[in-house]
């Protein structure tokens, strides 16, 4: 198994400059926002740029008028799209069993898989979730603890590192957990749980539970490797991952794909789709697998598939250590977040699990308020508050709301130094 290296504080971008420069011509919208002009892109977290062969050939198969299992060429045409959608995804998620199905929203499968998993266990005992995770696997877990009649566990996660360990797990998790979730990456505190300790802790107690893990977050920032995980389902929303909205997809394994589950009778045991999926959905999937083997091949003189996508995974995860090094610590005369007067990071500022994003807060500053401000200068970052996505974290976190910047693998060192200048513009610094 290929596992990804510890996050890096070199503030030396991964990327060259020509690669850069092709990388940044694949996606629209790079640099500049069609509604206010010239703009940097620091709202990752809430939805990437998207490829323009993503779009294009989206566009080009949603013309099509024709559906599968009819005799002609379009229809078969169709089929083969769909299967090398499919097939493209279980690369990109690292799985060779188990069945990979697509739905309206990562949240829409996680919810269905979580409803399936509490429906399939046996009755009594628990269900788990940790108090880091994101509603579509924290508010789907005390709902089906409440319609079967089980206690629901929270997990709590250590407000100074911002994430969970499998001992935080191992310390709720009673051999009568039917159900447990994982959150892999948050897109809040930007920390990564190790979810290959964390299952094996839950296995350790629980050997039977069902493990379903949220990594929405993670997906666009390494390499996945699903079927090393141990778990029984996983879920990824590809609008975080280059492609447009409304495009979630997971798998899960051949245990919890053959539990009883939503589906038409006349379907396969293990099919979960519920109706026909758009095929331009997996055309755009497939046309994104084939950006990261293209990336992947800068890094191996791998020719395979898989090998490539290892390769971008672990390439996109140095880059961005680098840039997120940079945004903390500074570089070349620019002041890092962490020495900008009045500034709080969420999580440790050296902590080798961050991935993607650092949220912060500032003393006596409202969030909102500096997001705006910054957006005015021309860089786009978001602020989270205490409500139905993030409350549940920022809670015991003590804060109302809290700033975020997150990056992905085509942002700049020279963005980030401008991101820099601009909020200590904003501070007064």
């Known amino acids: 198994m290929q596992t990804l290296k510890p996050s890096s504080k070199a503030s030396v971008a991964v990327f060259d400059d020509a690669l850069m420069s092709q990388v940044r011509a694949r ?8 509604y206010t002009g010239p703009r940097i892109f620091f709202e990752n977290a809430g939805g990437s740029l998207t490829l323009k062969a993503v779009v294009a050939r989206m566009a080009e198969v949603a013309a099509l008028p024709d559906n599968e299992h009819r005799d002609n060429d379009a229809s078969r045409a169709i089929s083969c799209m769909i299967d090398d959608g499919r097939d493209a995804m279980a690369s990109l998620l690292g799985v060779e069993d188990g069945t990979v199905f697509g739905g309206e929203t990562g949240t829409e499968c996680l919810f269905r898989v979580i409803r399936a998993a509490a429906n399939a266990a046996p009755a009594g005992g628990n269900i788990v979730a940790c108090e880091l995770e994101h509603p579509a696997t924290f508010d789907a877990t005390a709902q089906w603890a409440r319609r079967t009649g089980r206690q629901r566990l929270t997990v709590p996660f250590d407000p100074h590192q911002g994430r969970a360990t499998a001992e935080d797990y191992a310390r709720v998790v009673t051999p009568e957990t039917r159900v447990a979730t994982i959150l892999h990456t948050s897109p809040v505190t930007g920390m990564t749980q190790d979810v290959a300790a964390i299952t094996e802790a839950i296995r350790a107690i629980a050997p039977d539970c069902y493990t379903i893990v949220d990594g929405i977050q993670h997906a666009p920032h390494g390499a996945l490797a699903v079927s090393h995980y141990g778990v029984d389902a996983y879920a990824v929303s590809l609008y975080k991952v280059f492609c447009p909205f409304n495009d979630g997809y997971a798998w899960v394994s051949p245990r919890l794909g053959c539990a009883d589950h939503d589906r038409l009778a006349g379907k396969p045991e293990d099919a979960w789709e519920l109706g026909s999926r ?5 055309a755009g999937a497939h046309e994104m697998v084939r950006y990261l083997e293209w990336l992947g091949g800068h890094f191996t003189e791998e020719t395979g598939r898989r090998q490539r996508l290892l390769a971008a995974g672990q390439a ?3 880059q961005e250590a680098a840039l997120m090094g940079r945004l903390i610590d500074g570089a070349d005369g ?8 009045g500034v709080t990071l969420i999580g440790e500022a050296d902590s080798p699990w961050r991935e993607g994003a650092v949220s912060f807060c500032v003393k006596d500053r409202d969030p909102l308020e500096i997001v705006a ?3 005015e200068r021309g860089i786009r970052v978001h602020a989270r508050k205490d409500d139905a996505y993030s409350g549940n974290i ?3 976190l003590g804060l109302p709301s809290v700033t975020r910047v997150s990056l992905a693998h085509y942002n700049t060192p020279l963005e980030v130094d401008a991101c820099l200048a601009a909020l200590k513009d904003v501070l007064g610094a």
Do not use: I, N, Q, S
């Not at 996606?27 to 069609?34: E, K, M």
């Not at 758009?278 to 997996?282: F, G, K, N």
């Not at 620019?334 to 007067?341: F, H, M, N």
């Open 27 to 34: 996606f629209h919208h790079v640099d500049r926002c069609p």
């Open 278 to 282: 758009d095929p331009a959905a997996w």
């Open 316 to 318: 996109m995860h140095d």
């Open 334 to 341: 620019v002041t890092g977040l962490r020495d900008l007067p």
């Open 373 to 375: 401000e910054l957006g």
């Open 394 to 396: 920022l809670r015991p």
